[in-house]
Nanobody, 124 residues
Framework: QVQLVESGGGLVQAGGSLRLSCTAS????????MGWFRQAPGAERDFVAS????????YYADSVKGRFTISRDNTKNTVYLQMNSLKPGDTAIYYC?????????????????WGQGTQVTVSS
């Protein structure tokens, strides 16, 4: 069992930056692949970024490549999402997820545990 708590969301102007954090408890954090997803109002939840448990390989949605960076600190049981050059289209609730599946990391079904989400609002 893993509990995930996101933090770092808020209101920022277009072009600004935010860093989201997701801290895990209850199990061995380093055993899990970690992902970030987001859900805009009236839309489905979409993949944003992921990082593998062993290799540390990262994957990004095309819409955030070059602007967002995912990283993890296994000593702190925390995964981060550094978001730069934010756009109004990035406005969404951002969710952290953890899983051990071999499914592609872009898929929601690859993750078993989910956080409650943190709101990110980008004003124009």
């Amino acid at each position: 069992q893993v509990q995930l708590v996101e933090s770092g969301g808020g209101l920022v102007q277009a072009g600004g930056s935010l860093r989201l954090s997701c801290t895990a408890s209850g199990s061995t954090f380093s055993s899990y692949n970690m992902g970030w997803f987001r859900q805009a109002p009236g839309a489905e939840r979409d993949f944003v970024a992921s990082i593998r448990r062993n290799s540390g390989s990262t994957y990004y949605a095309d819409s955030v490549k070059g602007r967002f960076t995912i990283s993890r600190d296994n000593t702190k049981n925390t995964v981060y999402l550094q978001m730069n050059s934010l756009k109004p289209g990035d406005t969404a609730i951002y969710y952290c997820a953890a899983g051990t599946s071999t499914l592609p990391p872009t898929m929601e079904n690859a993750y078993r545990y989910w956080g409650q989400g943190t709101q990110v609002t980008v004003s124009s």
